[in-house]
């Protein structure tokens, strides 16, 4: 674990270094505040490929819009909608009136959680607590549900929960609306729920313009905890507002006989995102790598469940949850 999340580190520190062959001295004007961003994503941007996006095409639409006249709202107006154009939830841009985003990998979808419908109904008033997981026994099958890979827990924290999942008959792992956070805590949850080591991952740096202009690939492997994993099988439920980290997470435990996930696809955000300035002190980011799994699939995508069903908003609103149920019925 260590090993890989020094290669991790490296990766972005080469990303950010970069940030010194910039012009120390660009000119702060809206013409060169466009060309700069639009001249850094076109050198870094991991997913044109992928989402045939034609970026010189978007260029030529959005930079006769720019003149020496074009306030900060305007400006700030027009690099929004062309950001908005490679449909990236890891993209923003941050002034300090407006902060742009995507939000399209979970808006337009069904939401297929209800966290208030979970806690009354299966988590219960006695759930135990332990930093961010959330966790109980339903039937002699463990339930845990982990709402941000940004809230902490500690070693101490898994070993109690793996001890109170001993002898279950398999474990639900709930990560629905968890939008991401630390990978290091993906990391480590996954090798919790896992029994040998694979490799799950490999991921790729953008290193030019020309859309096959990447790095070699890290590859990544994934083993049980040292200090321990849970044996038996695992369902992961997921909906369309899993991202980011959580995204990773789903990832890498679909590469393992014992996990079967249930729900709708992840909402994707496979590529580590990198951070830059322009000229007149706004901040951008965007994703700059591409990871796959083992069998060359961009994770950029999301994550297909093994099986995919929806909430009925109706059986949901009389406090019943269809995707938990079915990893219940599976587990029984």
Request: hydrophobic residues 35%; proline residues 4%; negative net charge.
């Amino acid at each position: 674990m260590k090993n890989i999340l020094l290669i991790l580190l490296a990766l972005l520190l080469t990303v950010s270094c970069e940030k010194a062959l910039i012009d120390k001295n660009p000119e702060n004007d809206p013409q060169s505040n466009f060309d700069i961003l639009w001249e850094t994503v076109r050198d870094k941007y991991s997913f044109f490929g992928l989402k045939d996006i034609n970026w010189d095409s978007v260029r030529v639409h959005y930079d006769p819009m720019v003149d020496d006249q074009t306030t900060d709202e305007e400006l700030f107006a027009i690099l929004d909608s062309m950001l908005y154009d490679l449909e990236d939830g890891h993209v923003n841009l941050v002034a300090p009136f407006n902060t742009s985003r995507n939000w399209q990998w979970y808006l337009g979808y069904p939401v297929n959680f209800n966290y208030d419908v979970v806690e009354r109904n299966y988590l219960g008033p006695d759930h135990r607590i332990a930093g961010g997981l959330k966790y109980t026994l339903i039937d002699s099958i463990g339930y845990l549900y982990y709402g941000s890979f940004s809230s902490g827990f500690s070693e101490k924290n898994l070993k109690a929960m793996l001890d109170y999942f001993k002898g279950t008959k398999g474990v639900i792992v709930d990560v629905r609306d968890n939008g991401g956070g630390s990978l290091n805590n993906a990391f480590v949850l996954a090798q919790t729920f896992i029994s040998e080591k694979k490799n799950a991952l490999i991921t790729f740096e953008k290193t030019g313009p020309a859309l096959d202009d990447f790095g070699n690939g890290l590859s990544y492997s994934f083993g049980p905890s040292s200090f321990g994993h849970y044996e038996g099988e695992v369902v992961v439920l997921t909906n369309r507002s899993c991202y980011s980290a959580t995204n990773t997470f789903v990832a890498i435990l679909s590469n393992y006989a014992n996990v079967r996930i249930v729900g709708d696809q992840t909402g994707g955000g496979g590529g580590i995102p990198i951070d830059q300035e322009l000229p007149n002190g706004w901040r951008y980011r965007f994703s700059a790598t591409a990871s796959f799994t083992p069998d060359g699939y961009n994770i950029e995508l999301g994550i297909p469940p093994d099986i995919a069903l929806n909430n009925n908003p109706t059986t949901n609103a009389q406090g019943v949850d269809q995707i938990l149920q079915r990893a219940l019925n599976l587990l029984r």
